[in-house]
């Protein structure tokens, strides 16, 4: 395959670009010391096909705890479904590069995985509705890095 010197620059730029780290992360841990349950999007996916499960702690409240695992170039489950409320989202990179979570309506939340094996959590409150979510990263949200959040 012939290219042209701009060509090659374009596609370098591209390549460079999809690699590039997007920012830093939350470490936002809840403080609670109760019981939780995280639901893998990958095992909910597998074995249930209602909304993730919930655990209540010794003060009778519910920790809600979503995983979403990322991929090349994909989440694992792009249609998790949660209940309303308090919520610790974790980010999983199983993947080779950078990726990250941004769940529209939810202001200033981003989760950043730079490499394989990476983890990054936030607690939120989330009210019913749809929720669309995405890995901001240059050129996965166009590969269909995109789902969408149920919360009941």
């Known amino acids: 395959m ?3 010197p701009t060509r090659l620059v374009a596609d ?3 390549a460079t670009l999809l690699l590039a780290s997007c920012g830093g992360g939350s470490d936002d841990t809840d403080g609670a010391g109760g019981t939780e349950t995280t639901t893998r999007l990958a095992d909910q996916a597998a074995t249930t096909e209602g909304p993730a499960t919930t ?3 010794g003060e009778g409240s519910a920790d809600e705890s979503l995983e979403f695992v990322a991929l090349d170039i994909a989440f694992q489950n792009p249609t998790p479904n949660i209940p309303a409320g308090e919520i610790t989202i974790t980010l999983v990179n199983e993947g080779r590069i950078n990726h990250t979570l941004v769940i529209e309506g939810l202001q200033d939340f981003r ?3 730079p490499g394989t094996g990476d983890v990054d959590e936030a607690t939120v409150t989330l009210e019913p509705g749809l929720y669309d979510f995405f890995c ?3 050129g996965h949200v166009d590969a269909g890095m995109v789902g ?3 919360v009941t």
């Open 55 to 57: 655990t209540a702690n």
């Open 111 to 113: 989760l950043d995985t």
């Open 2 to 4: 012939n290219r042209t």
């Open 12 to 14: 370098s730029l591209a």
């Open 148 to 150: 969408t959040l149920a």
């Open 136 to 138: 901001d990263v240059p």
